[in-house]
Structures are given as structure tokens and as C-alpha cells.
């Protein structure tokens, strides 16, 4: 019995180590993620002015093909004005020349804002160019730190593996399986000291006769309270 509680304290203390190494591990690739969606974040930013730029690019477009179109009528209207032999007919055509020509100055006024909004899109495009370059490389360097993180932590993780099945070959298949079972019950801790008449598992205080027991080491004793595999420290050595 001597000897299970030993392997069993060993193995409760890989498994922590190990649970601490996951647990690292997966806050390193929560962190990973993290920065992902920051750069993805900055390129949908981009991509929503990209989208304003072409549409601002095509309202520009239409508005100059009106434009020619009513400058083309202005010359046609002209042209016209030359033959005409009646005042009623040149007053006609007078006033179609004269409210195209005011259609042309507001379809002119028209263009030159969406010019201008174009050029400030333009350049708020540039800048966050600029800036997700330097956000790109950032995060590359962080991601790669953490990556060595993670590398060197599954590195230990898999020495302790091997380490953690030599630990658990030298118990029983039905003992493994007791304290894995019990592990999951009770977040990860399945083997816990009993000291000064406490369960260190759970805080509360042992029945006496729970104590005796654990000296004649008989068999394993567990907590009454929170079902832990309970050991006394100078029971190790
Ligand atoms: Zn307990």
C-alpha cells in the first residue's frame, strides 16, 4: 500500500504539472487567436473603405457620363440657336441651353466632391496600409515568441507523458482507473495529504477513525467528505 500511495502521489503531481503546461498552452493559443482576429479587424477596416472608395469611383464615373451628355446637348442647342428664324423658337432653346448649363454646373459641382471625398479615402487607405504593416509585423513577432512557448511546452509535455505511463504502469489498471475517474469529479485533484486532521483536498476534518486506518496502511484511504485519495506525508519516504 506503501508503494501505491507513492506512485499515486507521483502521479497526481505529473498530472498537475502537466494540467499546468496545458492550461499555459492553451491561454498562449487564446492569445494567438487574439491577435489573428486584431490583424483581420484591421483588414476588414480596409477592406470597408475599399468597398466606399470603388462605389464613390463608379458614382464619379456616371456623374462625368451625364456630364458630357449635357455638354454635348449644350452644343447641339448652339448650333441650333444659328438657324433659328423665330423669337419664340430662340427663347425655347435659350432657355433649354440655359438650364442645361446649370444641370452641367451642378453635375460639375457633383464630380469635384466626389473627387475630393475620393482623395481623402485615398489617403485614411494609405494609412491603414501603413498601419497594418506594422500591425502585421508586430503580431508576427508576438505569435512566433509564443509559438517557441508552446514548442518547448509540448516538449516538456511529452517527456512527462512517458514519464507519467512508467508512473502508472506500477499501479493496478482498476487504481489508474479509480483516480482518473476521481480526477475528473474533482477538478483535476484526485490525490490529496492529510495533515493535522484535515483533508488538504477539501479542508474539512477527518473522522479519527479515517486517520487510524490511514497509519495501519491496509488499504487506500479516501476523504469521507470530497472521496480523495488521502496520504500522509511521512508515508512517502
Ligand atoms: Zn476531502
Avoid at 456616371?62 to 449644350?74: C, Q, S, V
Avoid at 457633383?110 to 502585421?136: F, K, Y
Avoid at 512508467?166 to 489508474?176: P, Y
Avoid at 483536498?201 to 479516501?222: D, R, S, V
Amino acid at each position: 500500500m506503501q508503494k501505491n500511495l507513492v506512485l499515486l502521489e507521483e502521479l497526481q503531481r505529473m498530472d498537475l504539472r502537466i494540467d499546468g503546461h496545458n492550461a499555459a498552452k492553451l491561454k498562449l493559443q487564446e492569445e494567438m487567436a487574439a491577435l489573428d482576429a486584431k490583424i483581420a479587424e484591421a483588414r476588414a477596416a480596409k477592406g470597408e473603405r475599399e468597398e466606399a472608395l470603388a462605389a464613390l469611383e463608379e458614382e464619379k464615373r456616371a456623374l462625368e457620363e451625364n456630364l458630357e451628355t449635357e455638354a454635348d446637348n449644350i452644343t447641339r442647342s448652339d448650333a441650333r440657336l444659328k438657324e433659328i428664324k423665330t423669337q419664340k423658337e430662340y427663347q425655347a432653346v435659350s432657355k433649354e441651353i440655359s438650364a442645361a448649363r446649370k444641370l452641367k454646373a451642378e453635375l460639375e459641382e457633383q464630380v469635384l466632391q466626389r473627387i475630393s471625398r475620393i482623395e481623402e479615402l485615398r489617403a485614411e487607405i494609405t494609412t491603414q496600409e501603413e498601419t497594418l504593416g506594422e500591425l502585421e509585423k508586430g503580431v508576427d513577432a508576438e505569435k512566433g515568441e509564443r509559438q517557441v512557448k508552446i514548442d518547448e511546452l509540448d516538449r516538456v509535455n511529452d517527456g512527462d507523458l512517458v514519464e507519467r505511463e512508467k508512473v502508472a504502469k506500477g499501479l493496478s489498471a482498476s487504481t489508474v482507473k479509480r483516480y482518473e475517474a476521481l480526477r475528473e469529479r474533482r477538478q483535476g485533484l484526485a490525490v490529496v495529504e492529510a495533515r493535522d486532521g484535515s483533508c488538504l483536498g477539501c479542508n474539512m476534518n477527518l473522522p479519527p477513525q479515517t486517520y487510524n486506518n490511514m497509519y495501519k496502511l491496509n488499504e487506500l484511504i479516501t476523504c469521507p467528505h470530497c472521496q480523495r485519495m488521502l496520504f500522509l506525508r511521512d508515508q512517502l519516504t
